[in-house]
């Protein structure tokens, strides 16, 4: 049996902890058997909802131990694998102490805040032997999955362009977020997400232009757009803004455009545009992508498996394109080279 020790209870941290609940009402030979928040009432159930719905039930929170401390979970606990939900900041330290421990580590995204720390994690994942793999969940979404087959068949060519948005309000279930020092802003928390999707879709670019702007004060940047420069030419953008406030709620779109197609996820659903027939709807799963996300991580541990999806060492170059675009944001949209 996996034994898992969930650590931080907030939104993300609920949401995993259902998902890992569903996998053993699912058969997999896994169980959550420690909760770990410095705050008592998320122990207790009492998580903030986020900017995205994910599928909430009762959950019993007596069956699981219960710390405020990590240092007192692994003292106390058998585990093999922790997963990590905790704010941005203290993904280095209490990965690499969770590392050091002989646990394998499932880190929420982002990484950390550089690319210095997530190098630092993997140090401690490759000295341990152990795996770790970051919580980049659109790696695992079925919209995003599909179009990384589309890129990677050749189905329809090569990519031409592509644009990739991500927008809601300014983020309120914790004050770090609104923080630059602790979150890095739009750009390292909710920004990460695209950024993580051109590097995975296309590799890493050679330069990028990012041109920010800060609402919130203190916050770091939370309204950008990038342009991404590539050896071939295409043309490709990403935007994210924190500062949507009202009824809008929460939207993430993409558009690729192929030589011979294209593909446009929106609110009702992924489109493919082959250039020379109809267009259709390709059937997709509906779960979301933590669901995805969190049987790839425990079923490679139980059958022995590297991870390689969103594994630290691939995703590491995603914190390396953010942190050019901090640059590039810094200096007024200059184009900074990778």
Not at 101 to 108: A, Q, W
Not at 140 to 147: D, E, K, M
Not at 237 to 250: M, R, Y
């Amino acid at each position: 049996m996996l034994r898992i020790g969930l650590i931080g209870l907030g939104f993300m941290g609920r949401t995993h902890l259902e998902n890992y609940l569903r996998l053993e009402r699912e058969g997999l030979d896994i169980r959550v058997t420690a909760l770990c928040d410095a705050d008592p009432e998320k122990l207790k159930g009492g998580a903030q909802a986020g900017n995205i719905e994910t599928v909430t039930e009762p959950v019993d929170f007596s069956r699981f131990r219960h710390y405020t401390s990590v240092e007192e979970m692994l003292a106390n606990e058998e585990l093999d694998a922790v997963d990590i939900t905790l704010p941005t900041f203290l993904h280095e330290k209490i990965s690499i102490q969770c590392l050091n421990h002989g646990l394998h580590v499932l880190c929420e995204k982002p990484m950390a805040l550089t690319a210095q720390e997530c190098e630092n994690m993997l140090l401690a994942a490759e000295r341990n032997g152990k795996q770790l793999l970051i919580g980049q969940c659109l790696r695992f979404w079925p919209a995003y999955v599909y179009l990384k087959e589309v890129v990677d068949s050749g189905v329809y060519g090569k990519a031409t362009s592509g644009y990739f948005f991500r927008g809601g309000a300014t983020p309120t279930w914790g004050p770090w977020l609104l923080q630059k020092e602790k979150s890095g802003g739009a750009l390292m928390d909710m920004h990460v997400h695209d950024a993580d999707m051109v590097h995975w879709l296309f590799g890493k670019p050679r330069a990028v232009s990012t041109l920010a702007r800060n609402v919130v004060p203190g916050g770091g940047y939370d309204i950008v757009s990038t342009n991404y420069a590539y050896e071939d030419g295409k043309v490709v953008n990403a935007q994210a803004d924190w500062t949507l406030e009202g009824d809008f709620g929460f939207d993430m779109q993409y558009r690729v455009n192929f030589e011979r197609g294209n593909v446009v996820f929106r609110e009702n659903g992924v489109r493919s545009n082959p250039n020379d027939g109809p267009g259709f709807a390709p059937e997709l799963p509906e779960d979301q992508g933590y669901y995805f996300e969190l049987r790839y991580f425990v079923e490679s541990l139980l059958e022995g498996r590297p991870v390689e999806t969103a594994s630290g060492r691939a995703v590491q170059g995603s914190i390396e394109i953010v942190e050019a675009e901090i640059a590039s944001a810094d200096r007024g949209g200059a184009w900074v080279s990778l």
